[in-house]
């Protein structure tokens, strides 16, 4: 056995090699209702601003080495401290994933809430949250009939376009997929920040993942496509798509995709299926917004009962 004496002599050396937190400026913060912005700051704001409050066991190596790298990932996915460095669009986009990850479990960390428990939210805390996001929602619903065609119409354009020019490829590689409309559909989800709906469609791999249970970890080969869309609402309450937004595709395939937990991302907006993302480094974003789900596979839509 070590002595304690030695032991005491590597735990006081280790303190020596503890990584420096620090603060930068805050350039600009969040603005949202007070009651909003105590519970953000109390849960969030540790690993996701230029505020983080450190506790001294937080300093403590090893411990510390641990902080600084959850700190360096939250900043990165999410500093509400440069808040201003996001378009509107973007920020509203950035509360839904937020809240989303918080109703869903995934945030905060169960590592950091374990050390930090007065950081875990109540359900009144993530009901404030999700009242605050509702409030949000942009209200494109159209009030008449020719509105309503005039957006089918725009939808249908993506269906021209596949047929006019030859498939995109994003940066990463990926080539845009034109048949995911045939494929069945596994769940759909709102977006009720911006009034958008989502279809996620899944190929004949993804399917039988699900019919089989085999989805704690999808086998190599499922792609899961999430197109976005325009809610539209008639007088009598009916919910129907309007314009086409974007489609996002997940391909599973821990070898070639291995860099991002097996998983290849890939996106293409508006009906001109414009790539999104300047270089490949844009799949560390999307990783960055998966992360939380891991236990998941990194996928956040769970099937509908097949």
């Known amino acids: 056995m070590i002595p304690l004496a030695i032991m005491f002599v590597l735990f006081a050396g280790l303190q020596f090699l503890s990584p420096e937190i620090t ?3 805050v350039t600009s913060d969040l603005k949202v209702p007070h009651e909003v912005q105590t519970i953000l700051k109390n849960s969030c704001y540790d690993c996701h601003s230029n505020q983080t409050n450190l506790s001294w066991y937080d300093k403590v190596a090893p411990v510390s080495w641990l902080v600084a790298q959850h700190i360096k990932d939250g900043r990165s996915g999410l500093n509400f401290s440069n808040w ?5 669009a973007d920020q509203k986009a950035k509360l839904w994933e937020s809240v989303n990850q918080v109703y869903l479990g995934a945030m905060p960390l169960g590592s950091y809430t374990l050390a930090h428990p007065k950081a875990k939210l109540s359900q009144k805390d993530i009901k404030v949250l999700k009242d605050y996001i509702w409030s949000l929602r942009i209200n494109n619903i159209p009030q008449d009939t020719a509105k309503i065609k005039e957006l089918h119409k725009q939808s249908a354009l993506v269906i021209k ?8 490829i994003t940066s990463n590689g990926i080539e845009y997929i034109a048949d995911y409309k045939n494929w069945a559909v596994v769940s759909t989800t709102q977006r009720l920040y911006n009034g958008t709906m989502r ?3 899944g190929n004949n791999i993804a399917i039988k993942a699900i019919k089989e249970k085999n989805i704690d970890f999808w086998p190599d080969g499922s792609i899961l496509a999430k197109a976005a869309y325009d809610e539209i609402e008639d007088a009598d309450g009916n919910i129907s798509h309007g314009a086409f937004k974007q489609v996002e595709f997940m391909i599973k395939d821990h070898k070639k995709y291995k860099k ?8 293409f907006k508006t009906t001109e299926l414009v790539p999104f993302g300047k270089n490949a480094d844009f799949v ?5 917004c998966h992360q939380p789900m891991k236990n998941n596979d990194y996928v956040f839509t769970l099937p509908i009962r097949q």
């Open 23 to 25: 603060n930068p400026p």
């Open 84 to 88: 201003d460095a996001l378009s509107p």
């Open 161 to 168: 376009q596949e047929t006019a020019a030859k498939h995109p």
């Open 199 to 201: 279809i996620i469609y």
């Open 260 to 267: 991002t937990n097996g998983w290849g991302f890939a996106r």
């Open 284 to 288: 560390i974003d999307c990783m960055n």
